[in-house]
């Protein structure tokens, strides 16, 4: 089911879903040269939420705020793996690859009123700052203890600048990602031997972009 509210300043939309599925399909095992998947016996189930909201802060200061969480297991219990390397995957284990939660957190400035640009591109400049972290997620579904990647949480910086030099618009640019150069594991390979696969440190992008009318 889906939610939605909207005033001048405010923009608020929820979901909650939940799912049962039988016959899913989930990697068996995964190297690196061969994959192999197979038919999951009893099915899985899903339930979970979402919640998003932008926020007029002031007229020059938006927020934004995304939270989801989902509770995604196996309802039977069944072997995976290859013949010698089998291992159990009990009845309400979590299926692998999937975090448990996530949050994002916008806070973005302009030296423009948000207000009277609701509709169209904000020109000059913004200036903000994002959130996101993620909650843990395992790289099998067994639920090894040694292959939990742990939950992370990391901040980035953004600017860009915005001219209307008709009939162009110029956009300048830049961010700075993972501010406190953290260390984690930015994503897993379901089903292999080492999952884990490290996030970028702290990096940098700036660029120009121009769109023209015609």
């Not at 089911?1 to 923009?11: K, Q």
């Not at 448990?100 to 423009?112: A, E, H, N, P, Y």
Request: glycine share 8%; charged share 20%; with cysteine.
């Amino acid at each position: 089911s889906r939610r939605r509210h909207t005033i001048s300043d405010r923009d608020w939309s929820s979901d909650v879903c939940s799912s049962d599925l039988s016959d899913e399909i989930v990697v068996d095992a995964n190297s690196t040269t061969t994959s192999s998947y197979r038919n999951v016996p009893g099915g899985t189930t899903r339930k979970g939420w979402e919640l998003s909201a932008t926020e007029m802060l002031l007229s020059s200061l938006k927020g934004v705020v995304a939270i989801s969480q989902i509770d995604a297991s196996f309802n039977d219990g069944f072997t995976t793996g290859t013949t010698g390397t089998q291992t159990t995957v009990n009845a309400g284990n979590r299926i692998s690859g999937i975090p448990k939660g996530q949050i994002f957190v916008d806070l973005t400035w302009s030296d423009r009123e948000f207000y009277r640009n609701k509709y169209r591109q904000i020109m000059g400049t913004t200036i903000g700052v994002e959130a996101v972290a993620a909650g843990s997620v395992y790289a099998n579904d067994s639920n090894a203890a040694d292959k939990k990647a742990p939950g992370y949480a990391v901040y980035n910086l953004k600017a860009s600048h915005r001219w209307d030099l008709s009939p162009f618009t110029l956009t300048a640019y830049g961010r700075l990602d993972n501010l406190a150069d953290k260390r984690y594991i930015g994503s897993v390979i379901v089903g292999n031997a080492n999952p884990f696969e490290p996030a970028p440190g702290r990096n940098w992008v700036v660029g120009l972009n121009a769109i023209t009318r015609f």
